[in-house]
């Protein structure tokens, strides 16, 4: 294959073009460009402020789960839904029999995690609250957060991502409030919680639904993580909220 003439000058062939460029091919020169070009601007890159490389790190996420999960093609209707979702639940005045029992039991499991006593009642009243209002099986919830987070309602990723569940920040702009405090106990669990019941609902199949989640639908790595952690929590609630 020749490349075409030049300013009236003859088509040279691959062999010649190699010998005017000092033995080098030109796919390898142009590698070559984009690794200095890459080089150049790295540097810039390490010396941006804070915000700013949080923000790319985010956009990327962002870009990513959109990829899996086509985020914006939600009609106006389902958006209204899902903001009906993310409503706060008020804090109930007393337990049924079933969440005593539930909570009791996993309070005590998840002890090894959490230090604090109140900090684990609470983690436990949440998460069967939300589990119930989603028709979701609590030890999944709690699977979830074992993966995420190891319990650790203050955790922040690499990409932005917040809290227990890991709730990214983006899904207060497209469907919650911009106030929400991704770190606290409560709101976290309700992020969460409505999420996976929104995949749930997206897809049918609960292995997709944490695939879409995590931002990796089509891939099994992370729903098997997920279910192997919930054998951990074995509760004897009969709550009936399997999703």
């Given at each position: 294959?020749?490349?075409?003439?030049?300013?009236?000058?003859?088509?040279?062939?691959?062999?010649?073009?190699?010998?005017?460029?000092?033995?080098?091919?030109?796919?390898?020169?142009?590698?070559?460009?984009?690794?200095?070009?890459?080089?150049?601007?790295?540097?810039?890159?390490?010396?941006?402020?804070?915000?700013?490389?949080?923000?790319?790190?985010?956009?990327?996420?962002?870009?990513?789960?959109?990829?899996?999960?086509?985020?914006?093609?939600?009609?106006?209707?389902?958006?209204?839904?899902?903001?009906?979702?993310?409503?706060?639940?008020?804090?109930?005045?007393?337990?049924?029999?079933?969440?005593?029992?539930?909570?009791?039991?996993?309070?005590?499991?998840?002890?090894?995690?959490?230090?604090?006593?109140?900090?684990a009642d609470m983690?436990?009243?949440?998460?069967?609250?939300?589990?119930?209002?989603?028709?979701?099986?609590?030890?999944?919830?709690?699977?979830?957060?074992?993966?995420?987070?190891?319990?650790?309602?203050?955790?922040l990723s690499s990409?932005?991502?917040?809290?227990?569940?890991?709730?990214?920040?983006?899904?207060?702009?497209?469907?919650?409030?911009?106030?929400?405090?991704?770190?606290?106990?409560?709101?976290?669990?309700?992020?969460?919680?409505?999420?996976?019941?929104?995949?749930?609902?997206?897809?049918?199949?609960?292995?997709?639904?944490?695939?879409?989640?995590?931002?990796?639908?089509?891939?099994?790595?992370?729903?098997?993580?997920?279910?192997?952690?919930?054998?951990?929590?074995?509760?004897?609630?009969?709550?009936?909220?399997?999703?």
């Amino acid at each position: 294959m020749r490349l075409e003439a030049i300013d009236g000058e003859q088509p040279l062939n691959a062999a010649e073009l190699r010998l005017r460029l000092g033995g080098k091919s030109p796919k390898a020169l142009l590698a070559g460009v984009l690794v200095l070009g890459f080089l150049v601007t790295l540097p810039f890159f390490l010396s941006s402020n804070p915000e700013d490389k949080q923000r790319l790190t985010q956009n990327t996420a962002r870009s990513m789960v959109e990829q899996n999960v086509a985020l914006l093609d939600f009609k106006p209707e389902e958006k209204a839904e899902l903001k009906k979702m993310l409503a706060p639940e008020p804090v109930p005045n007393k337990m049924d029999f079933d969440q005593v029992v539930w909570t009791k039991d996993i309070v005590h499991t998840i002890r090894p995690w959490v230090s604090d006593q109140a900090e684990a009642d609470m983690i436990a009243r949440w998460v069967y609250i939300y589990s119930v209002r989603f028709n979701l099986n609590p030890e999944l919830i709690l699977g979830v957060i074992a993966v995420e987070s190891q319990f650790d309602h203050f955790a922040l990723s690499s990409v932005g991502a917040r809290g227990l569940m890991q709730v990214m920040p983006f899904w207060k702009d497209e469907l919650g409030m911009p106030t929400d405090n991704l770190l606290e106990i409560e709101t976290n669990i309700r992020y969460g919680c409505a999420i996976i019941r929104l995949y749930l609902d997206r897809y049918k199949r609960l292995d997709k639904a944490l695939a879409a989640y995590n931002g990796s639908l089509g891939r099994n790595k992370y729903p098997n993580k997920i279910f192997s952690a919930m054998k951990q929590f074995k509760a004897t609630s009969g709550s009936g909220t399997n999703g």
